[in-house]
Structures are given as structure tokens and as C-alpha cells.
């Protein structure tokens, strides 16, 4: 018999984990005012995954081969269509990968990181 | 630009008449070919060495542009330019381009097009690694993990073929190689929890010959190395260019990191995750095997390049490969056998103390024990490794390795990894990467292979990711990410010319002949894995925009005035 057992277990693991902070993001996006910790906290988790390979860890970028996402613009609309739809053939879309709600969190960490 | 032109014109070197179709011969012979550039790496061992001298410790101080090439592209420009008969190609991620040298002018332009999810399952910079050629057809990959075959002649797509699926995460960057007939090819896609391969093709037809997947499944050797479905997930990207002894028939290819990074959930070795692989090239058949990092948690993917040179070690020729491993240490292989000659830091490591010589196994420290069971660690090198990607150049007059190499370290701290197909599957903290330090970031280095040691090193605050070429005239060419194309003495690194070029360098510098003149070739262009990566904001005023750059030694002016 394979040695499966133990693996199986591991991934059962993880996927209690990423529910459990799934469901929690969920609750916080319903309630939340968008300065929410929480959804900045999941914000950012979900940058961290899905954005930072190409806009920066932490969102620092120098700001010359894709965008400084701490200087886009206060408009949340259109954050969220480009998120959705990708941009001129470089930012990729995401509209079947992330909901209104994980698009809504990101949108709070970008706010919580925006210059002046 | 008179005075090369005329020189050109008067030279008494006949080009050939009528193009010839291009032979498996050439490319065996590709190394010591100085009219043409045939192979990644400048040659089937991967040396990056040319026996041109024109260019020179006295000549290159009058190296100027003959003309640029506007890539139409802004992403990082990583492809090596291929030469054969007065021809240049070379690739973006979006096209790929034939370029006639005399004149600087594009003959012709074909367009790849991929999805626009694409982007978003590749890690490290949207690119295009080069292309290889074979009797009158182009090889390349494409971002979504197609291999084609081109006309040389027209750019007409000959036969397209999928390798993989972008929905499981994979990509494909690299420039193929073409050795014993077959064209072999990898894949990128460890950091999306895939499971990896090498693919060898049929040149004429594209017909798929064979697969030797880099993490075997559990009936195959080393399938003991996973427990459980890990290997499924297990990564061995393959995503640089093996190298390739025709005499012993072998190709040498490195593999990547193990998938997740975060190795508490995939206990055993991992084979053959950041190993080097000898194949058969007709079969894929893997010969043997030598693994540098067991189990390993920082990424240290081992696919950069294999070299292959003929050195004495203790008065015996010995045919060896050099590898300077993202783990820090720089290893010399018996490349008949893999045995280990030596094996050495060439930067700092705090990860290892030492390569066990009998067991050729590192001998950990306390900073890979604890990154193992979750603490956060300081450890170096960083995940992006001693040396990335970027190909170092071996001089065989002078024994030295240049390569442009790392000097921070990072910071990790692993956390669950959950698959899901075609997403970002590493299992560690990517809020907090990077333990810079105070001093430079990065280094040329001239290494003694069989030490580790630099007889010199040029530092740099920003770190060089260009790739390196060495030549007979004593000259070693590099590139900063900030613009500077750069020429050091081989001997000393005392810097001897260079030449601001409009965009960061993280191409692979090429030189050749042609009717008598030497000419240097090198892509700029930046947004690679450091700029995208390092939130280094001192590159903020680097502008992005690919271009190819042509340069030769202007000839004095009375030349110019015959």
C-alpha cells in the first residue's frame, strides 16, 4: 500500500485553513466599511497570492513596468473593472478567479497603502 | 558609423553565396564558429567565450553603436540574439524578428499571441529566452506553452505544438536546444504547483518523441523521494537551456525547485528537484543524476546553466561542468559520471556550512533545521538565490567563471500551501523578503571554479542581472539594470568602456565576425525577476522599451577618408 495516508491529511489540513480564512473575509466584506483591519488583512493576503509576483511584495514597485498600485487613483470602480477585465493586454484579467468580495478586500489593502 | 561601413566595404572577406541551410555539424561546431553565433550560449558548452580578439583591452575604449533595433516591446528583454549569415534573431515574448546586420533594418516580423490570463501563472517577468535554429527553421517557446518551429527565411510558422496547459500553471520562457537531432524544451511553473518535464520534438515534423518528467511518479526510480500525491504537485521546472556533449552524446539540464516552496509537507529528497540531469538526447533516458539541494525549502532551483569545459584538476584533463548553484556554492562535476570534484561558497551561506565530498550532500546548519519547522529565518542566500538565471561566461585562457552574482539574503517564514490548478501554490510569507544589508547588492565576480574564490570582484548597489560573455581579447562584457552595457579587463575587472543604452540590461551578450569586422549584440530592456521583485524604488526613473543593440570598434579616421 502507498504511503498516502499522511498526504492526504496535509491537504485536508491546508484546505480547513484556507476555508476557514475564506469564510472569514466573506463575513468581514459583508460588514465591513473597507477600513476594516480585517479586510485589509485580507487584502493583502490575496495580493500577496495573486498580485505581488508582478506589482511588488508589500506593493513596493518602482513604478516603470506596471503600475505603483499605491499611487492609483481613488476610484474604486475602476480598480475593480480593471481587476475584472485586465488592462491593454498586459494586466491579465481576473474576473473568473476572484469574486466581488476578494476584489473588495484588495481594494481596502490598496487604499490602506495609497500616497498622497 | 562612416568609418565601419567603408571598412566593411573594403574588406576582402567574401560572404558566402546564396544562403546555405544551416547543419546539426554547425551547431556541433558552434563554439569555435566566430562568423556566427548558433547556440545558446555561444556554443553547445555553454562558455560564452569567443577566440575574436579585434575587440580588445586597447580597442574597446572606441567600441561604438552601429545601430539600434527597436524591439516594439516593454517587457524584459532576456532573448540571446542567434547569427547565421549576416542574419540576427532574436525574441520577445510577443514576436520574433529577423534583423539584417549590415543594416540595422528588420527583414521580417512574426507576432505571438497568447491568452491574456497568460500573465497571470508566469512568476517572473513576461519574456522570451531566444531561439534555436536547424536547417533553415527557428525554434522557440511561447508565453502560453507552445513550441514552434519558423521559416527562417520568411518567419512562416512551419508546425505549432502545445507542450502544456496554462490552466495547471505551466509557461514556457526558454530557448530551445537542438542537440542529436531532437528538439528539447522545458517548462517553467513550480510556483503554481505543477509537475514538470523535458519534451524532445522532431525538428522536421514537431511530432513528440519523448517526456522525462524532472519528479518521477511512485513506480519510477526516485519515486520514493515523495510521500504521498506530493509529487504530483512536486515543481523540477526546466526553464534555461541544458548544455550538451556531443562526444559523449549527453545533455546536461538543470532542474528546478521542489513545489511548495515550504517543504514540511513534502518530506524526503524530492528528486530530481534542484539537480542536474544527464540525458540521452534521442530518448530523454536520464543517465544519472547529481542533486545539490535534498529537500530544499528556499528555492534554490538549480536550472541555471551547466557549463562544460576540459580542465586540468591535480595535472589530469578532466571533462567537467560548472555550475554555480543559486544554493550559494559553486560545484565542479565529473560530467562521464557525475561524481563530485568540488564544491564551494562563492558567496555568503549561512543555509549550509559545507558540501559533504563523499556523500555530495550539503551539511545543513541550524537556519535550514528552523526554517523547516516554521520559525522565521535570515537566511542567505535569498530565495532569488548566489546567482540567478543570468548566465555567467567561462574563460578557458584565464580558468575564471564571470558571473554577475547576489549579495543579500532573505527573509522566510514558511505557511500553508493550498493547491488549486493554476494558481500561486509556494506556502511561504512574501510580505518581507529581502535582508539587504548595507553594502552592495550584487557583484561581478571573476571565480576560481575549483575554489569558489574571486581573484576579482566589481560591486554593484544595484545588482547586475545581465547575462556575461568573455573573449580572447581579453575583454568580459556585462550590463546593469540601470542601462550601462560595460566592458571589464579579464584579468583585473578594471572597467574599460561603456555605453548607456535607454533601458536595463537582462539580456545575453553575444560577439561574432562578419566581413572582418567584430561586432558585439546585446538586448536592453528590463523587468525581470529584480524589478519586479526587489520594490527597489532607486530604479524608478529606468524606463522600460526593448531594443537591440549592434557595436563595433570604430576604426581610426583616416580609414574612413580612403
Known amino acids: ?116 | 558609423m562612416k568609418g565601419i561601413a567603408l571598412a566593411a566595404g573594403l574588406a576582402m572577406v567574401l560572404a558566402p553565396i546564396g544562403a546555405r541551410a544551416q547543419t546539426a555539424d554547425q551547431l556541433v561546431k558552434g563554439a569555435t564558429d566566430t562568423s556566427n553565433v548558433l547556440n545558446y550560449g555561444m556554443g553547445y558548452n555553454l562558455q560564452r567565450f569567443s577566440p575574436l580578439t579585434q575587440i580588445n583591452k586597447e580597442t574597446v575604449k572606441n567600441l561604438v553603436p552601429v545601430w539600434n533595433y527597436s524591439l516594439a516591446d516593454d517587457r524584459s528583454e532576456e532573448s540571446q540574439p542567434i547569427i547565421y549569415q549576416g542574419v540576427i534573431y532574436v525574441s520577445s515574448n510577443s514576436a520574433t524578428m529577423a534583423v539584417d546586420v549590415k543594416t540595422g533594418k528588420q527583414i521580417w516580423k512574426t507576432k505571438v499571441e497568447y491568452p491574456p490570463e497568460t500573465p497571470r501563472i508566469v512568476c517572473c517577468g513576461i519574456i522570451n529566452r531566444g531561439v534555436a535554429i536547424l536547417d533553415g527553421k527557428l525554434f522557440r517557446t511561447t508565453l502560453d506553452a507552445n513550441v514552434i518551429a519558423l521559416d527562417a527565411k520568411t518567419g512562416k510558422e512551419l508546425w505549432r505544438e502545445k507542450a502544456a496547459d496554462i490552466k495547471e500553471g505551466y509557461s514556457m520562457t526558454m530557448a530551445p536546444l537542438v542537440a542529436d537531432g531532437v528538439v528539447l524544451t522545458g517548462v517553467s511553473g513550480a510556483e503554481f504547483g505543477t509537475r514538470d518535464f523535458i519534451d524532445g520534438w522532431d525538428p522536421a515534423t514537431g511530432k513528440h518523441l519523448w517526456r522525462t518528467y524532472t519528479v518521477p511518479n511512485p513506480d519510477e526510480p526516485g519515486g520514493d523521494t515523495w510521500k504521498g500525491d506530493t509529487w504530483k504537485f512536486g515543481g523540477g521546472s526546466t526553464w534555461i537551456t541544458g548544455s550538451y556533449d556531443p562526444e559523449l552524446n549527453t545533455v546536461y539540464w538543470g532542474v528546478g525547485n521542489p513545489g511548495p516552496f515550504n517543504a514540511a509537507g513534502r518530506p524526503g529528497d524530492n528528486l530530481y528537484t534542484c539537480s542536474v540531469l544527464a540525458l540521452d538526447a534521442k530518448t530523454g533516458k536520464i543517465k544519472w543524476h547529481y542533486q545539490f539541494s535534498p529537500n530544499n525549502p528556499f528555492d534554490y532551483d538549480a536550472v541555471a546553466e551547466m557549463v562544460l569545459a576540459d580542465i586540468k584538476i591535480d595535472g589530469k584533463p578532466t571533462k567537467v561542468l560548472m555550475d554555480a548553484n543559486r544554493n550559494g556554492f559553486f560545484y565542479v562535476l565529473d560530467r562521464t559520471n557525475g561524481k563530485l570534484l568540488a564544491a564551494n561558497p562563492y558567496v555568503k551561506v549561512n543555509w549550509a556550512s559545507s558540501i559533504d565530498m563523499k556523500t555530495g550532500r550539503p551539511v545543513e546548519t541550524d537556519v535550514a533545521k528552523d526554517a523547516r519547522e516554521g520559525k522565521k529565518v535570515v537566511v542567505y542566500p535569498s530565495i532569488l538565490g548566489g546567482k540567478n538565471w543570468e548566465p555567467m561566461s567561462y574563460d578557458p585562457q584565464t580558468g575564471l567563471a564571470y558571473a554577475n552574482t547576489l549579495a543579500f539574503g532573505g527573509h522566510y517564514k514558511t505557511e500553508p500551501a493550498t493547491y488549486k490548478a493554476g494558481e500561486w501554490y509556494v506556502g511561504m510569507d512574501l510580505t518581507d523578503l529581502w535582508d539587504w544589508g548595507t553594502g552592495p547588492r550584487g557583484h561581478l565576480k571573476a571565480i576560481d571554479p575549483l575554489t569558489g574564490k574571486a581573484k576579482w570582484e566589481v560591486p554593484s548597489d544595484i545588482p547586475r542581472f545581465s547575462g556575461v560573455l568573455s573573449t580572447a581579447g581579453g575583454v568580459v562584457f556585462s550590463g546593469q539594470l540601470t542601462g550601462e552595457f560595460e566592458a571589464f579587463d579579464a584579468n583585473d575587472g578594471k572597467k574599460l568602456w561603456q555605453f548607456q543604452t535607454g533601458s536595463g540590461i537582462e539580456g545575453q551578450p553575444v560577439t561574432w565576425e562578419q566581413d572582418g569586422i567584430q561586432y558585439v549584440a546585446v538586448t536592453s530592456g528590463y523587468g525581470g525577476v529584480y524589478s519586479l521583485f526587489s520594490g527597489d524604488e532607486r530604479l524608478a526613473q529606468i524606463p522600460t522599451g526593448g531594443s537591440l543593440w549592434l557595436f563595433a570598434v570604430k576604426k581610426p579616421q583616416k580609414v574612413a577618408h580612403e
Open chain 1, 1 to 116: 500500500m502507498r504511503p498516502f495516508n499522511w498526504a492526504a491529511a496535509y491537504f485536508a489540513a491546508v484546505a480547513m485553513i484556507a476555508t476557514a480564512n475564506a469564510q472569514t473575509a466573506t463575513q468581514v466584506a459583508a460588514t465591513g466599511d473597507g477600513s476594516d483591519q480585517a479586510l485589509i488583512d485580507h487584502g493583502k493576503m490575496t495580493y500577496a497570492e495573486k498580485c505581488s509576483h508582478c506589482h511588488g511584495p508589500g506593493m513596493m514597485n518602482a513604478g516603470t513596468i506596471t503600475p505603483d498600485l499605491r499611487r492609483f487613483p481613488d476610484d474604486k470602480t475602476r480598480f475593480f473593472t480593471t481587476v475584472k477585465n485586465g488592462k491593454n493586454g498586459r494586466m491579465p484579467p481576473w474576473g473568473d478567479l476572484l469574486d466581488d468580495d476578494q476584489i473588495g478586500a484588495l481594494w481596502a489593502y490598496v487604499s490602506s497603502q495609497r500616497k498622497p
